[in-house]
């Protein structure tokens, strides 16, 4: 075989980076520019202003990048789940090999299927009431016990109990493993998530007995939960899919206790964030939500120990002045004493001049009276005597001897009774005349 047989036999062998850009060449020539229309998946925008999703449809997946400059003209702010259109150039991501859409322009083309059957969720829900700020929980301010609901492969895990080991390691965590992603993890959320119920209504009704076996290992004796965190780390649409599932939406509703939604990043929004009592930005966020730091507490303890010990030093102060007064008072009795009989003293004084006082006025009194009683007495028996010479005139004007002296007289019957009517008289009856100097017998003749 000659050699130019041989060489054109041998396949050519291609740098990796020459391959690289030998595809991104094609490409270029056979699409560019190219129009692209699908649901946005996994949006996240970096710090430098640059933009990095995917746009999928039933049949497929293209990484896209927007650069800042890009980004800078949009008129909206995309999201997962929404339904776009694109329109930019196809390369590859030398680095990677990745096959990546570097987008110019982006417009709305609607919503997409996941986004339209996470939209018809929620307001169902919402109707139902599920979401209202009424039936919203305070967090305890110092929970006894915090029950946790996440993957144990999940880095949330290790951020929740990074956090709450820095801020709280006193407080036990009761961990209810479960998936957090796929078509299985929406029933296992519901199954750890019942597990907890049942482990906090245990704890109430110590004769029931409905824990699992895993949880009961870890759960001590008198462990309260007072707060359960429902935690994952971010991911695009379809990775957080679980947490918008409505029996799990249902059985967060039905917690005896509040409940911390910590999925996924700031951005993220889940049907479970709308139904937990509170939703949290981030997994560590949610942690640092349901426990303060020791420090905040110890710092607190500190003040009011402090304020006790000065309320009680003060309080001391005050029965030490006390005791210092009162055996003051009892080191020197004779004091006291002489002071009681200085008053003593003094009221005996006051009293013996108030006496001789009342004595001298009543001396002076009694003078008075004996000076003025003769001539009181001596008025007052002749005021006497004139009543009484004016009583005898009046009675003397009153004799009947006097009226018989001017030639009156006095007639009475037989039995002494006194005649004033000549209808008191009869022909024939004996009558008396009373005269001045005596009296005469007489005979009724005729009476009429």
Not at 215 to 243: H, M, N, T, Y
Not at 371 to 391: F, I, N, V, W
């Amino acid at each position: 075989m000659s050699e130019s047989a041989l060489s054109s036999s041998t396949p050519r062998i291609w740098p990796v980076g020459a391959l690289c850009r030998a595809i991104a060449d094609a490409l270029e020539a056979r699409f560019n520019p190219v129009s692209v229309r699908g649901e946005i998946s996994g949006f996240s925008r970096a710090s430098s202003g640059h933009c990095y999703f995917s746009l999928k449809d039933e049949s497929g997946q293209l990484r896209c990048a927007m650069f800042r400059r890009a980004a800078g003209s949009l008129d909206f702010s995309p999201r997962d789940g929404e339904l776009v259109e694109v329109r930019g150039r196809l390369g590859v991501y030398e680095p990677r090999g990745d096959l990546q859409l570097i987008v110019e322009s982006m417009s709305r083309a609607g919503q997409g299927a996941w986004f339209e059957q996470f939209l018809k969720l929620k307001a169902k829900l919402e109707a139902e009431g599920l979401f209202d700020a009424a039936r919203k929980r305070t967090l305890p301010v110092m929970p006894r016990a915090i029950g946790l609901v996440t993957s144990l492969g999940a880095a949330a895990l290790h951020d929740v109990m990074t956090a709450l080991q820095r801020r709280a390691p006193h407080i036990p965590v009761v961990l209810a493993p479960a998936a957090v992603q796929g078509n299985n993890a929406p029933a296992e959320l519901i199954r750890s998530l019942s597990n907890l119920y049942e482990l906090t209504e245990q704890i109430r009704r110590p004769e029931e007995n409905l824990v699992t076996k895993t949880l009961k290992k870890v759960a001590q004796p008198g462990l309260v939960i007072d707060v359960i965190l429902l935690v994952r780390g971010g991911g695009s649409l379809e990775d957080l899919w679980a947490f918008n599932d409505e029996q799990l939406a249902r059985t967060l509703a039905l917690s005896p206790v509040p409940i911390v939604c910590g999925v996924g990043h700031e951005t993220d929004f889940t049907i479970a964030d709308f139904v937990a009592d509170l939703r949290a930005p981030t997994p560590t966020a949610a942690a640092e939500l349901v426990a303060q730091p020791r420090e905040v507490w110890l710092g607190a303890l500190d003040i009011v120990g402090r304020r006790l010990q000065n309320a009680m030093f003060r309080h001391l102060d005050r029965q030490n002045q006390r005791l210092d007064l009162t055996v003051a008072r009892l080191g020197r009795p004779l004091a006291l004493v002489s002071r009681q009989r200085l008053r003593l003293a003094s009221s005996a004084q006051r009293l013996q001049s108030s006496a001789i006082h009342f004595l001298k006025q009543k001396s002076q009194e009694l003078q008075t009276l004996e000076s003025t009683l003769p001539t009181a007495m001596q008025r007052g028996l002749q005021r006497r005597d004139e009543r009484l010479q004016r009583a005898a005139l009046r009675l003397g004007l009153l004799d009947p001897s006097l009226v018989l002296q001017r030639g009156y007289a006095w007639l009475t019957n037989e039995q002494g009774e006194t005649l004033t009517s000549v209808r008191q008289t009869s022909p024939g009856q004996r009558v008396q005349a009373i005269l001045a100097d005596g009296a005469v017998d007489l005979t009724v003749v005729s009476a009429g």
